[in-house]
């Protein structure tokens, strides 16, 4: 005789909970030693600025800097001009890159997606084939060009081309007016809107989130732009931050300049790093929303 198989019988609530506890320990015992060495450095950096030499060279390290000193923050801003290196990253670069960038990538990206043409498919992937080209691939016959037109030691270089817009970007905010319903600009075709004018009173009241996300990526990339600058700038008046901070590491590494040259060095460089991490907490929810919606369709 063959019995009949006992039904399984369902986890009993403890043992649920149970499983459930399993879980996230393991989640937990991963996550938190990751985001100890994510987060390390950074602090080194701030607890090395307010050191004092001798102390960022004690071994076993000293992690807890005793006595505070907080008057290497300003010191060390005072070694060079680093207000006008900041002048220099904020209005003559970073804020004209990043203008110019989201503004012609979004007219780009919206013939790409919103236009029908013929070709348009073609030429968007010969755009996204951009991309994989590395810089070191142009460096050489971008500079001949832009030394044939005079643009040396200016910020032309680095902001002129912006006005033509960003693959990257480009393909990003494709992406992203792709899932956007087509209804849209055909109601406001049909009373008469232009597509300059779809765009700008229909489509980007929408797409704030990938804005926001694109704006960000290319905020970071000028602001931490150091190979640009090296290649095109030769005063350093005009230097931006990115190569003050190298000035300041040559210092450092000058014994006989100047004292106290690393703890300046981590001061002025967290200074720097400032901006860009108040910049992604404030706009952290809009941020990976716009991470989150954009490419998901092709």
């Known amino acids: 005789m063959i019995r009949a198989a006992s039904p399984t019988r369902p986890p009993s609530p403890f043992q649920v909970r149970l499983q459930g506890a399993a879980v996230t320990l393991v989640k937990y015992a991963i996550l938190i030693p990751l985001t100890i060495s994510f987060a390390f450095p950074l602090y080194w950096m701030v607890s090395s600025a307010l050191k004092i030499d001798p102390q960022v060279y ?21 070694v060079l001009p680093f207000t006008r290196y900041a002048f220099n990253s904020i209005v003559l670069y970073t804020v004209p890159a990043v203008l110019f960038t989201v503004l012609s990538s979004t007219i780009v990206a919206y013939g790409f997606s919103r236009i029908r043409w013929p070709g348009r498919d073609t030429l968007f ?3 996204v084939m951009t991309m994989m080209l590395p810089w070191a691939v142009t460096m050489v016959p971008l500079f001949i060009t832009f030394k044939w037109l005079g643009w040396l030691d200016t910020y032309r270089p680095l902001v002129v081309p912006a006005l033509f817009g960003h693959p990257y970007i480009i393909f990003l905010l494709r992406q992203f007016f792709m899932t956007l319903p087509e209804e849209l600009s055909d109601a406001a075709r049909i009373d008469g809107t232009s597509e300059f004018g779809i765009l700008f009173r229909i489509i980007l009241p929408l797409t704030k989130p990938a804005l926001a996300v694109v704006a960000l990526f290319r905020f970071i990339w000028a602001w931490n732009d150091y190979l640009g600058p090296l290649i095109y700038l030769r005063d350093e008046t005009r230097y931006p931050l990115a190569l003050g901070i190298e000035q300041l590491r040559q210092r450092a590494n000058d014994i006989g300049n100047f004292s106290n040259g690393i703890p300046y060095l981590m001061a002025v460089s967290t200074i720097v790093a400032l901006p860009i991490i108040a910049t992604f907490f404030l706009a952290q929810r809009t941020f990976i929303e716009g991470i989150s919606l954009t490419g998901l369709k092709g």
Not at 58 to 78: A, C, D, K, S, Y
């Open 58 to 78: 004690t071994i076993p390290p000293i992690l807890l800097p005793m006595p505070v000193h907080p008057r290497n923050f300003i010191e060390g801003w005072q």
């Open 125 to 127: 992937w010969f755009v």
